[in-house]
């Protein structure tokens, strides 16, 4: 089992650039999520799914879109990136969200700086 | 405003001793808390939770203890290893407030020296 993989692992973006991070999962999770991880901020939720076709946002969504057409794919995409978007991006899933326990298997991560 | 708090950045402690790590939350809806380690340049692996229905569970070298009414859970790990170098975030959720996920503290970088 793969479990949550997310490329490129390392990514350098000029300030105005559009990319996308890809997560894809294959625990078969409803679940997927996208954190942010900045120097003393600790994990920020950017945006998440319950589902194929579901997406919402959460604590630091803007300058990011997300979809979620399959089970198994939560990509994020950048618009216009920004130095302050330079981060340690996480994807997680899960197979439930808020409701009831939640153990959130996360990837490798996505390193990103924007110059 | 922060609903998870670790106030201790960085923890040094020696081989073979208790580490303890300390947690707050504010929001008294949080029903459930949760641990993850993290490893450099991987990402966070979940190590132990707890429901606020108990006040302590175990596994193995790990104890997550709940003081509810202090709003407070720390985790103590016996006897510390080496390879428990890492940073550990402590979260917490509302498990009947909706998908909008985990809030997590700001992490605290355990060291074990030899």
């Known amino acids: 089992n793969a479990g949550v993989t997310q490329t490129p692992k390392f990514q350098v973006l000029k300030t105005g650039q559009s990319m996308t991070l890809q997560c894809a999962q294959d625990?078969?999770?409803?679940?997927m999520s996208w954190y942010r991880q900045d120097p003393g901020m600790g994990l920020r939720l950017i945006h998440y799914?319950?589902?194929?076709?579901?997406?919402d946002q959460g604590e630091v969504p803007n300058g990011y879109n997300v979809s979620r057409s399959t089970t198994e794919d939560f990509p994020l995409r950048l618009l216009s990136a920004a130095p302050s978007q330079t981060s340690v991006y996480f994807c997680?899933?899960?197979?439930?969200?808020?409701?009831?326990?939640?153990?959130?298997?996360f990837g490798a991560g996505s390193r990103l700086t924007v110059l | 405003d922060q609903q998870v708090k670790q106030n201790s950045p960085s923890l040094s402690v020696q081989e073979g001793r208790i580490s303890i790590l300390n947690c707050d939350y504010t929001?008294?809806?949080?029903?459930?808390f949760l641990w993850y380690k993290k490893y450099p340049a991987e990402g966070p692996t979940f190590l132990i939770s707890?429901?606020?229905?108990?006040d302590k569970n175990e596994d193995g070298r790990f104890t997550v203890f709940l003081n509810k009414s202090a709003k407070h859970l720390s985790l103590h790990i016996v006897p510390s290893q080496p390879g428990d170098s890492a940073v550990y975030f402590c979260?917490?959720?509302?498990?009947?407030?909706?998908?909008?996920?985990?809030?997590f503290g700001k992490g605290t970088h355990l060291i074990i020296q030899p």
């Open positions: 997680a899933s899960s197979y439930s969200g808020g409701w009831g326990a939640n153990v959130l298997t």
């Open positions: 625990m078969n999770h409803e679940y």
């Open positions: 799914s319950v589902g194929a076709g579901i997406t």
């Open positions: 929001n008294s809806m949080f029903d459930y």
């Open positions: 707890i429901s606020s229905i108990k």
């Open positions: 979260a917490a959720i509302n498990s009947g407030g909706g998908a909008d996920g985990l809030t």
